[in-house]
């Protein structure tokens, strides 16, 4: 059996989080404080979750792609969520999290096209 690359566009959300994830692995050593070894690590597991959840659903056949997208647009959005927590308690000053926030909203736009995409693409047998 040949090895078939998937399509693109679903790899390219995916090197996205990748990048942002890099820059996040950028910060999180500099964190003083608990502020690193609690919300730091949540974000950092909710942004490798979301990846693997994005990954997984590349290559899901497609009337079992849904959930996984689902479930990475859940973890991206707790991540966000998580990550203004960490902001609101200093954990990360303003010019890091505007970085790594705008980076994550348009990850989370993309995300959303996939999974209106994938939902459409969805025939009723296949629910």
Do not use: C
């Amino acid at each position: 059996m040949q090895h078939v690359p998937p399509p693109t566009p679903q790899i390219s959300i995916i090197q996205h989080l990748v990048s942002a994830y890099k820059i996040w692995h950028e910060f999180l050593p500099h964190v003083q404080g608990d502020a690193r070894y609690t919300l730091g690590i949540k974000i950092d597991n909710l942004l490798i979750e979301s990846a693997d959840m994005m990954y997984s659903a590349n290559y899901a056949s497609q009337g079992k792609k849904l959930p996984y997208l689902k479930q990475a647009a859940r973890r991206l959005d707790l991540a966000k969520f998580f990550l203004e927590v960490f902001w609101e308690i200093k954990g990360l000053d303003g010019d890091k999290y505007a970085a790594l926030s705008e980076r994550l909203f348009e990850i989370g736009k993309m995300l959303g096209g996939w999974i209106r995409q994938t939902a459409s693409k969805e025939t009723p047998a296949s629910k």
